[in-house]
């Protein structure tokens, strides 16, 4: 049997259910690559994640722009929204962006903000004295570059204050459009990837070269909010949920946490 028709018919048949009586040699045989392992763990990971109803789901950044606005602002606002969710819970972006836009989260609105002002829109987003810095000046880039706009290549938006290879990639897919040019790994990414062995890396930006190698292209532009809302509810950085997860139930992840309590 192939590895997606028996994956397909085991969630089918079970769905996310941690108490269900799929047996591991159903998992276990199908193990007979490591690409075969990472996309069994990505359609269990995904049944899992069916409710998308992890608060990246509800509140990530490609939820924050306005839908409604004219692209150049929409663009715009999913670059902003980015820069603002480094090191800052999704809950906490997503109120900055409110308020940034009840404010007019515009290029022109931004520079004609005062600096004080923007900082107390942006509190309490982690270090949000240092993002006003960023916004004002990548917005004087944009306005002074290309043309009210920003840019539309990874080297150009890597080249803006504030902006690192996770928003370069995550602004690509999100407000241009373009899938299988890179995959955007935040702290989640990184460190599900390394407890899964998918890779062995140190640093997000190792992780995102192997993760070219073994990741499936058509998973690329989904792998980061699959994962995110996989870490925020499960995967925990501390405590995580072993056992309510379907990857250690069928032996596809080895690292369990001692301490973890069912539900």
């Not at 392992?37 to 306005?66: E, F, W, Y």
């Not at 996989?230 to 301490?259: A, E, R, S």
Request: proline share 4%.
């Amino acid at each position: 049997m192939s590895l997606r028709r028996s994956s397909a018919r085991i969630i089918k048949k079970y769905g996310y259910n941690k108490n269900s009586n799929c047996t591991t040699n159903e998992i276990e045989d199908l193990n007979k690559t490591k690409e075969d392992r990472i996309s069994q763990n990505i359609l269990l990971i995904k049944s899992m994640r069916q409710n998308a109803d992890a608060p990246v789901d509800l509140m990530g950044c490609h939820t924050c722009a306005d839908k409604n606005a004219d692209p150049k602002t929409f663009r715009f606002q999913t670059l902003v929204a980015l820069m603002l969710s480094s090191q800052t819970k999704d809950q906490v972006t997503s109120a900055a962006m409110e308020r940034l836009k009840t404010a007019g989260c515009s290029i022109s609105s931004l520079l004609e903000l005062p600096k004080e002002q923007l900082e107390e829109l942006l509190k309490p987003v982690g270090f949000y004295k240092r993002k006003t810095e960023y916004l004002k000046r990548v917005c004087t880039i944009l306005r002074e570059k290309y043309n009210d706009d920003i840019p539309n290549t990874f080297e150009g938006l890597c080249e803006l204050p504030g902006v690192g290879p996770k928003m370069a990639n995550l602004t690509i897919q999100i407000a241009f459009g373009r899938i299988g040019e890179g995959i955007g790994v935040d702290t989640h990414v990184h460190r599900i990837s390394n407890r899964l062995n998918w890779v062995k890396t140190k640093t997000p930006e190792q992780t995102e070269f192997e993760l070219r190698e073994v990741l499936p292209k058509n998973e690329w532009s989904t792998i980061n909010q699959l994962l995110v809302g996989f870490g925020q509810t499960i995967c925990l950085p501390v405590g995580p949920k072993c056992l309510d997860c379907l990857l250690y139930k069928y032996g596809q992840c080895k690292w369990k946490n001692v301490n973890s309590k069912k539900k």
